[in-house]
């Protein structure tokens, strides 16, 4: 049973994490808008950019890594969509593949090229980057979307059956 409240307690402690990054997104954006054209703002970009990648990091791994062992734990099964029991789950499953899609193929890339055009500039902002970083905002968007639909799955697993 120690083996569960650890798995449970680093499940939702990388669940904070992922969540936290939310509002820390809006701030940060915020941030990076009011400082537009200022010297400040790229360093603000930089710093948008470390956040998403570490609370990306911590979140992405320590969910994936306990929800998995969780999952084998407690012999729940994996996609088993027609069995009639955890839909919940499987359908928390099914946002963490896409959601691991949208982090590998679209986020990850997007933000290395925002990361190159910031220091390739020298403390100067190109107005190419501007297009590339409302890129990356809408996918962060579509990221923090699924992350809380799935934490909302979870709080709400008991009044789904």
């Keep these: 049973m120690i083996i569960y409240a650890i798995l449970l307690t680093v499940h939702i402690l990388s669940a904070v994490v992922w969540l936290g990054l939310f509002p820390a997104d809006l701030i940060l954006r915020k941030s990076i808008r009011e400082a537009k054209g200022k010297p400040e703002e790229p360093k603000l970009i930089l710093i948008w ?45 099914l946002l963490m593949v896409v959601l691991i899609v949208v982090v590998g193929a679209l986020l990850i890339p997007s933000a290395k090229k925002v990361s190159t055009s910031i220091k390739n500039s020298l403390g100067t902002t190109d107005p190419g980057i501007y297009r590339d970083m409302q890129k990356l905002g809408t996918i962060v968007t579509v990221q923090n979307l699924i992350v809380l639909l799935n934490i909302l799955l979870a709080l709400s697993r008991r009044f789904i059956y």
Excluded at 54 to 76: K, P
């Design 49 to 93: 950019l470390k956040i998403l990648n570490l609370s990306g990091m911590i979140g992405l791994s320590g969910i994936l890594i306990t929800g998995v062992l969780l999952t084998l734990y407690f012999n729940f099964g994996f996609f088993q969509f027609a069995s009639g029991g955890n839909h919940w789950l499987y359908t928390k499953q």
